[in-house]
């Protein structure tokens, strides 16, 4: 897997220097998608093994395209077994020809066979072009094609309706500090930033969790690239338990067990690391569980205010 170039930085509440204006790679967009290629992929079978959920993942031009595709296809598969059961039996010669029953009345050419096929699939029944008795292998195909179509509608309204009902769009509500904050709370050293929600449908049982994206050396000599370490930001108290009806600050205590323990301020400003922030909760007003992926990258440049540190890195999130 190799990381993909990143996107242009957008402006901060400081002047960064000019090695932290350097386009650098992300784990994680700004937009919350994970910035990783899959390369020399052999068994690409498997995305078909779970073809739902493939065509519910496309985007939506690709997913329009699908929708129309499987309908024109299917219609005008039909509309030309239509045409040959008309064209094998001879209806086409006995055009007008009063002591002749067809298997499909007024079928006189492709256009009209196909016009059948989409009101037979469709269930409209216009009245106009009508299957006869005399056609045994047409009442088979007409039981065929409300089967096939069934099925069709049935796979390809679920695939629309599960795409259309999934709130992507929640975290535009969802409203983050721009920047973390290392400073002093009762005490003890704390890294923390604040989220709020602005809908009147909250986020129903919200939980948080983070995780560090850093690679590491391990005493034996093994390189892991991008490990991922859990960052605490309440799970013994129950504070990453959130109820977001109002701005909520969330906070790691720094302490022996932190992945931050040994790190000084120098080395915060050098490291190459980011922290992924996951907000899981279901949506109030949908029914639907959604996560929500925040990356905060370090772009380490530093202001001072009072007391406190202010460590300078971009928070977006993505729902």
Same mark, same amino acid.
């Given at each position: 897997?190799?990381? =993909?170039?990143?996107?242009?930085?957008?402006?901060?509440?400081?002047? +960064?220097?000019?090695?932290?204006?350097?386009?650098? /790679?992300?784990?994680?967009? =700004?937009?919350?998608?994970?910035?990783? /290629?899959? %390369? &020399?992929?052999?068994?690409?079978?498997?995305?078909?093994?779970?073809?739902?959920?493939?065509?519910v993942d496309l985007n939506w031009r690709c997913s329009l395209f699908v929708?129309?595709?499987?309908?024109?296809?299917?219609?005008?598969? #039909? %509309?030309?077994?239509?045409?040959l059961i008309a064209y094998i039996r001879g209806d086409l010669d006995h055009l007008g020809d009063?002591?002749?029953? +067809?298997?499909? &009345? &007024?079928?006189?050419?492709?256009?009209?066979?196909?016009?059948? *096929?989409?009101? !037979?699939?469709?269930?409209?029944?216009? %009245?106009?072009?009508v299957? !006869?008795? /005399?056609?045994?292998?047409?009442?088979m195909l007409l039981l065929l094609q409300a089967i096939l179509g069934s099925m069709v &509608?049935? #796979? @390809?309204?679920?695939? @629309?309706?599960?795409?259309?009902? /999934?709130?992507? =769009? $929640?975290a535009e509500t969802l409203v983050f500090s721009k920047h973390a904050v290392i400073s002093l709370r009762d005490d003890k050293l704390c890294l923390m930033f604040r989220v709020g929600?602005? $809908?009147?449908?909250?986020?129903?049982?919200?939980?948080?969790?983070? =995780?560090?994206?850093k690679s590491k050396q391990t005493q034996e000599g093994e390189f892991i690239p991008l490990d991922q370490t859990d960052i605490s930001v309440g799970f013994e108290t129950g504070d990453d338990r959130l109820f977001?009806?109002?701005?909520?600050?969330?906070?790691?205590?720094?302490? !022996?067990? *932190?992945?931050?323990?040994?790190?000084?301020?120098?080395?915060?400003e050098k490291e190459d690391f980011e922290i992924v922030v996951i907000l899981e909760g279901m949506v109030e007003a949908t029914g639907e569980m959604k996560d929500e992926k925040e990356d905060i990258k370090n772009r380490m440049s530093k202001i001072r205010k009072g007391k406190q540190k202010i460590v300078g890195k971009d928070i977006f999130f993505y729902i």
């Open positions: 897997m190799k990381l =993909k170039d990143e996107l242009p930085c957008l402006c901060f509440l400081f002047l +960064p220097s000019a090695r932290t204006r350097r386009k650098r /790679q992300r784990y994680v967009e =700004k937009n919350g998608r994970c910035n990783v /290629q899959h %390369g &020399n992929m052999r068994e690409t079978y498997r995305y078909l093994t779970d073809i739902f959920t493939t065509l929708f129309v595709m499987a309908y024109a296809v299917t219609w005008l598969f #039909f %509309g030309a077994i239509w045409y009063e002591n002749w029953t +067809p298997c499909v &009345n &007024n079928v006189n050419g492709f256009i009209s066979a196909f016009l059948f *096929s989409i009101e !037979t699939e469709t269930t409209i029944g216009y %009245g106009h072009r299957i !006869t008795d /005399q056609c045994p292998v047409g009442t &509608n049935a #796979f @390809m309204v679920g695939c @629309m309706f599960v795409k259309i009902s /999934q709130p992507n =769009k $929640r929600d602005l $809908r009147s449908s909250h986020i129903v049982g919200a939980n948080m969790r983070a =995780k560090l994206i977001l009806v109002s701005p909520l600050v969330i906070s790691h205590e720094i302490d !022996t067990r *932190s992945a931050f323990w040994d790190m000084s301020q120098a080395q915060l």
